[in-house]
């Protein structure tokens, strides 16, 4: 019997070094995104081995419905993209993109992350909020966009993540956060199960595969993109939205 319960409690252990305590696990640390919370730039690892990345971005004269224009209305072509980061953003394009819709589409994108030399081609699926976000609700002055990101070029994804934006009194605060390390295959829009998603999301895979250099360089761009995009979207949003007049007046 004592044999027995060694061997058991040897193989238990086993198992928890290879997967962790929360194998397979979905689970994505959300705490202190909200606005009631407090929240700084920062990477850490989750218990399952995924990194959370989040960025704040104060963004002054920017309000919560120019950002959510800028996703669903006005980027349209790389040259748009380019302007966002003209550093790191090389190309774009959409899949299943509806006019003034984000949800449902796909931003297909070339882009380099901080110092990494390597080229990214990375392809953003936009999902429903409460996907990430347990019993968010949206409103006036208060925005979140959610995707699903993954590899271009190979039907697979690896992260997850959430922009927040609130309106401020000077303007407006962005809450960038990445969950690096939610692994799925997918066909079309659809997650589906596979051999890779399994071994994926196991903890031994996210302490070999997932490094603390890449998830510093995301961190890096998420911070210059959303701070070039605070400079030139106010007045960007002004002048594309002014009243038009009417002849003759």
């Known amino acids: 019997m004592t044999k027995r319960i060694v061997l058991g409690v040897g193989a238990l252990a086993l198992v928890f070094a290879v997967f962790g305590w929360n194998p397979f696990a979905p689970y994505r640390d959300v705490s202190g995104v909200l606005k009631d919370a407090e929240f700084e730039n920062g990477i850490e690892r989750q218990a399952n081995g995924v990194y959370r990345v989040q960025a704040l971005t104060r963004m002054p004269d920017v309000k919560a419905e120019m950002v959510r224009w800028w996703f669903a209305d006005y980027m349209q072509t790389t040259q748009h993209y380019k302007r966002w ?34 080229l990214h081609k990375l392809r953003i699926q936009f999902v429903e909020p409460a996907d990430f976000l347990p019993g968010w609700t949206g409103g006036q002055g208060r925005l979140a966009i959610c995707a699903r990101a993954g590899l271009l070029e190979e039907p697979m994804n690896v992260t997850t993540m959430c922009h927040i934006v609130y309106d401020t009194e000077f303007g407006a605060e962005m809450r960038s956060v990445f969950w690096i390390g939610h692994v799925a295959k997918r066909d079309g829009n659809d997650e589906v199960f596979s051999l890779e998603g399994l071994a994926g999301n196991t903890w031994a895979a996210r302490r070999v595969l997932l490094d603390e250099h890449f998830a510093n360089n995301l961190l890096t761009h998420a911070i210059e993109e959303m701070g070039i995009l605070a400079e030139f979207l106010p007045e960007l949003y ?12």
Do not use: C, F, R, T
């Not at 190309?91 to 992350?113: F, R, T």
């Open 85 to 118: 980061h003209p550093q790191a953003h090389v190309w774009m394009d959409w899949e299943n993109k509806q006019p003034g819709e984000i949800i449902g589409a796909s931003h297909l994108v070339h882009e380099y992350l901080g110092s990494d030399p390597a």
């Open 238 to 249: 002004a002048a594309q939205n002014a009243p038009v007049e009417e002849a003759g007046e």
